[in-house]
């Protein structure tokens, strides 16, 4: 063969591939969805993880023209409804819409039923909001130096209260504690609700835990913020200072995320689809699957670090 004929044939074939890759590109996202699509939250009906995927599944249910449903799986810290997706067929029919259990679970527990990195595919974030450390207001502490003192002067008589064991309001907590050498008893709670309701009726002395439900009790001066789990503060709170501000060591940033997953292996098209949708929902909030993902590998450790320095032992 010539060497015309050469450059002739290998053109065809490339372009051949070519066309190939932009037409399985194509049967990828051709007509999805053509059928209702589910997104499964591993937790139960009406907290903040629920909230957040009912009103995501009611925008992409107007702006894909299918109907895109909740289902609730809950049990064993999320780890059941998070299982069932990364078991689940690959082609976009089911979601998960998970908190920040999903980078915690793995060091909490001593098995998990799937791997957060091969066997979850991540679309987006879709939410996060900073924790804080709130007192109340019968605690004798204006600031982060007076509740330190406070603690010292009564040790083990002083409990913080959390959203439950193994929410990063707990392990920031945990954190705190360890950071500061504080005798503090941990009461976790199940969910966010109960906890901030035992703070505000004084059963607990502090709690760590979401900043928006807190919000309107520090504005009504039923709760007292001391420090905020942020590397800046935030327009919500400006008065409050960050943990740094505060004067306590180490990396004590953390925030509760509500995150979009896929299975692994579901194809890019529709993941980059998914994530353009999911952000046109959320507004701002919303980042690439890329960044997103960035974010995963930087979670994982960072919070198995805490658990083992913390020395919490792992859920069998």
């Known amino acids: 063969m010539s060497r015309p004929s050469r450059l002739s044939a290998a053109g065809t074939l490339l372009l ?29 009906p009406a907290g903040p993880t629920d909230t957040m995927a009912r009103l995501i599944a009611q925008k992409l249910s107007e702006s894909l023209g299918k109907q895109f449903y909740v289902e609730n ?23 998960l819409l998970v908190s920040s259990s999903v980078v915690v679970n793995p060091s909490l527990y001593e098995k998990v039923p799937y791997d957060v990195y091969k066997s979850l595919a991540p679309i987006t974030l879709a939410g996060s909001s900073p924790n804080i450390l709130v007192v109340h207001p019968s605690v004798p502490a204006k600031d982060v130096k007076e509740l330190i003192a406070y603690v010292q002067a009564n040790p083990g008589k002083v409990s913080f209260a959390s959203p439950g064991f193994g929410t990063t309001a707990s392990l920031a907590a945990e954190s705190f504690k360890y950071a500061l050498k504080l005798d503090i008893q941990p009461v976790p709670f199940n969910g966010a609700g109960p906890a901030l309701n035992a703070v505000v009726g004084g059963q607990v002395q502090i709690g760590f835990m979401a900043l928006p439900p807190v919000t309107p009790h520090l504005k009504a001066g039923t709760l007292r913020a001391l420090a905020l789990t942020t590397e800046k503060r935030v327009a919500a709170a400006p008065d409050v200072p960050t943990m740094a501000e505060a004067g306590v060591p180490g990396d004590q940033i953390s925030d509760v995320m509500q995150a979009v997953f896929a299975p692994g292996g579901t194809p890019k098209p529709i993941i980059d689809l998914l994530q353009k949708e999911v952000a046109q929902a959320v507004a701002a909030i919303a980042d690439t699957p890329e960044h997103f993902a960035a974010r995963i590998r930087a979670e994982v450790p960072k919070w198995a ?12």
């Open 16 to 44: 051949g591939a070519l066309f190939t890759g932009f037409g399985a590109q194509a049967q990828d996202t051709a007509g999805y969805p053509v059928r209702p699509v589910k997104i499964i939250v591993p937790f139960a």
């Open 73 to 95: 799986h809950p049990g064993a810290g999320g780890n059941l409804g998070m299982a069932m997706v990364a078991n689940a067929a690959p082609d976009g029919y089911t979601l």
């Open 305 to 316: 670090k805490v658990i083992e320095t913390a020395k919490i032992e792992k859920v069998q």
